[in-house]
């Protein structure tokens, strides 16, 4: 999949998710499965973790759920509720294996027991106890801030009111899944598509005597803030929710190893036709509650747990025409459009072919009977050609290579890290010389998490390109609003709003307007560090004259790939022209250096060799959380070099030059205080 589709495809899945959130979250009527929004909050975290140009509010990564309704009080979660990262092969859990054991720094022979939870299709609920009192019930909402729902929950008898036991937390928030058993679903009326709908639906009713008829139930599984719990395992918490008088999932079980976690999987799955409620895969988290403590969290999700999605939904189509789709990096994304079909509830009738390699490895024919996969994407893929039904006049596709755009030609390049051609093709074009890719960049420019220019969309983009009113950046800011008046579909009202929106947008922050520039490989989160480097435009701009680029190898999470993108950005006329002009017409603001109190605040970290049970991971997590900051390399600017087993001698000799101080881990822990 080249980037422009890759582009293309995220904000379309960013905007189909918040779609998806509004009706489920707001609207108590969701538009697709459990197992379609899942998907497609999987496919969107695997393109952010594949490609860091990807970057939205909306993400998975960012929120979790949708802002609570208006029409309850909200409430802040004591503990915020976390999404869970999915997994839908052996491999996915291998690798999910993997990381734990790196990050913990155990030995690869380590084993880890997890609970494993058959994760019930309903709707996530928190509830608090107050010295065995149910005291107040919380919807999920955004994962942060929930809605109070405590009325219609204590509706349900699978709640207890009253908890009597000794043992029992001063206050603890009871974490499950409200839900309607299969049998109960089939006697209510039609107004909901499945059970999953008629659980929301009913448990955000605004008359508690509404909820009341309808038969919910809660099982519980996990607990967000806790005051007194006496318990070291999730396993033996979830025998303590019995003792308390919660229900449990029957079929939970305690396993270690990935072989045994995928024959339970596939017993599992096996007997979910049977069961009286949906389940939509399996919960794995890590059974001790010391590692999760020390594994924490990434982004809004847990490190330590992770859900077994079950198989995907596929189905039968023709493939009607291929189409490439150009993107803003000048990649060439094949896209088949196939007879529609329904899968899943939902009408396909585009299928990603990825790239040219997956093409010709598939053989894949316009005109081909192909096996589609759906798994929660907006545009699926195809799986299979079924050769057997192929017709006799078909040809093979060939992969352009022209640009069908501009005409130039295409390439594959050599990737310096893998040492392996791309399977992407490209667009040799540099800058604004393709058209195609000057649209997508235009597109880029004003998107979200750029210059978020309010009306001025991607259509916007395409309509003001073809009657040649923007051809650079820079133009937006240039427009003669006379001639948009007289546009069809345009008036003085729509007028005046946009050139105020434009006009609003005109002071940005440095990481966002390096972010819009669109550099292949530097998104937000290197746009960030970037920012923080050059601190001024002035700065930033100066590269082109400077030539300096090797500099930037210091920057920590800056490596060679950004800083030659950075330099074949900086190298082009065109964009120099574009920044200059840019300069003249915006406000950038200075990179604002965030003041932190943390016991290392302005001291600089680099680790070499082996640490003794911690990764590097940890430890940098460690020195962040702390208000230090780790780097790269050796140079004058680093406070501390911590020396593991079989160091790197050159950074430390480089260090012992510069007399920069050598500690070990145990120093180094002295430092924030804190035993290894």
Not at 107 to 134: H, M, Q, R, V, W
Not at 331 to 351: F, H, Q
Not at 479 to 490: A, F, M, Q, T, V
Request: aromatic content about 10%.
């Amino acid at each position: 999949m080249n980037k422009k589709e890759i582009l293309s495809n995220y904000k379309k899945k960013i905007n189909k998710l918040k779609d998806y959130n509004k009706a489920y979250y707001d609207d108590s009527n969701p538009k697709v499965s459990d197992e379609e929004y899942d998907g497609l909050k999987k496919k969107i975290l695997k393109l952010e973790n594949e490609y860091n140009f990807l970057k939205s509010k909306f993400s998975p990564s960012n929120i979790v759920g949708f802002k609570p309704s208006k029409n309850f009080k909200k409430s802040l979660h004591k503990a915020p509720m976390l999404s869970l990262g999915n997994a839908f092969s052996e491999e996915d859990l291998v690798n999910f294996e993997k990381k734990l054991i790196n990050f913990l720094s155990l030995k690869k022979n380590y084993e880890i027991y997890y609970s494993a939870e058959p994760k019930i299709d309903g709707i996530s609920a928190s509830l608090t106890y107050k010295k065995g009192k149910f005291y107040k019930g919380l919807s999920r909402g955004d994962g942060k801030e929930g809605e109070d729902i405590t009325e219609n929950l204590s509706t349900i008898r699978d709640i207890p009111k009253t908890i009597l036991s000794k043992d029992f937390p001063e206050e603890i928030d009871i974490r499950g899944e409200v839900y309607i058993q299969n049998s109960d679903f089939k006697n209510l009326n039609e107004k909901f598509a499945n059970p999953r709908n008629a659980a929301s639906g009913s448990l955000r009713q605004k008359n508690p005597e509404d909820t009341k008829k309808i038969p919910l139930k809660f099982i519980a599984y996990t607990y967000g803030y806790q005051k007194g719990l006496l318990v070291n395992n999730q396993s033996d918490f979830l025998k303590k929710l019995n003792e308390w008088g919660f229900k449990t999932n029957p079929l939970n079980k305690v396993i270690s190893g990935i072989k045994n976690l995928l024959i339970n999987y596939n017993e599992v799955e096996k007997k979910r036709a049977n069961l009286d409620f949906d389940i939509d895969g399996i919960v794995y988290k890590v059974d001790e509650f010391m590692l999760q403590k020390r594994l924490g969290n990434v982004a809004n999700a847990p490190r330590w747990a992770i859900a077994h999605k079950f198989s995907s939904n596929k189905a039968i189509s023709e493939i009607l025409d291929i189409e490439i789709q150009i993107g803003r990096t000048g990649a060439l994304t094949p896209v088949a459009k196939i007879k529609p079909i329904n899968i899943g509830g939902v009408v396909v009738s585009n299928a990603t072919l990825h790239n040219e390699d997956e093409i010709n490895r598939k053989d894949i024919r316009i005109g081909d009977i192909v096996v589609v996969e759906r798994a929660g994407d907006v545009i699926p893929h195809i799986i299979s050609v079924d050769l057997k039904k192929r017709p006799k006049n078909t040809i093979k596709f060939e992969f352009p290579t022209k640009c069908p755009s501009c005409g130039s030609k295409t390439i594959k390049e050599f990737n310096t890290i893998t040492k392996k051609i791309d399977a992407v093709r490209r667009c040799s074009s540099e800058g604004y010389d393709c058209d195609q890719i000057s649209v997508e960049k235009l597109k880029h420019f004003v998107s979200k998490d750029a210059f978020n220019i309010d009306g001025f969309g991607k259509k916007i983009v395409e309509g003001f390109w073809k009657i040649k009113i923007i051809k650079y950046p820079q133009d937006i800011f240039k427009i003669d609003y006379n001639k948009i008046e007289n546009l069809d579909g345009w008036g003085k009202l729509s007028v005046e709003n946009l050139k105020y929106s434009i006009k609003e947008k005109k002071n940005i922050s440095l990481e966002r307007f390096i972010f819009s520039l669109g550099i292949r490989h530097i998104g937000l989160e290197n746009a960030k560090l970037l920012s923080k480097h050059f601190i001024s435009f002035k700065n930033f701009k100066n590269l082109s004259k400077q030539k300096k680029f090797d500099e930037l190898l210091n920057i920590d999470g800056i490596g060679e790939t950004q800083v030659n993108s950075i330099k074949n950005f900086f190298l082009n006329n065109t964009n120099i022209k574009i920044l200059n002009e840019l300069e003249k017409v915006l406000n950038i603001k200075n990179n604002q250096i965030k003041k932190n109190d943390g016991r290392l605040k302005g001291k600089t970290f680099l680790v070499t060799g082996k640490l003794n049970g911690i990764s590097r991971a940890e430890i940098k997590s460690l020195i962040e959380e702390n208000s230090g900051v780790t780097v790269s390399s050796v140079s004058k600017k680093l406070d501390y070099l911590i020396i593991g087993e079989k160091p790197t001698k050159r950074k430390v000799e480089n260090a012992n030059e510069l007399n920069i101080k050598l500690i070990d881990q145990n120093e180094f822990f002295k430092l924030i205080n804190k035993t290894s």
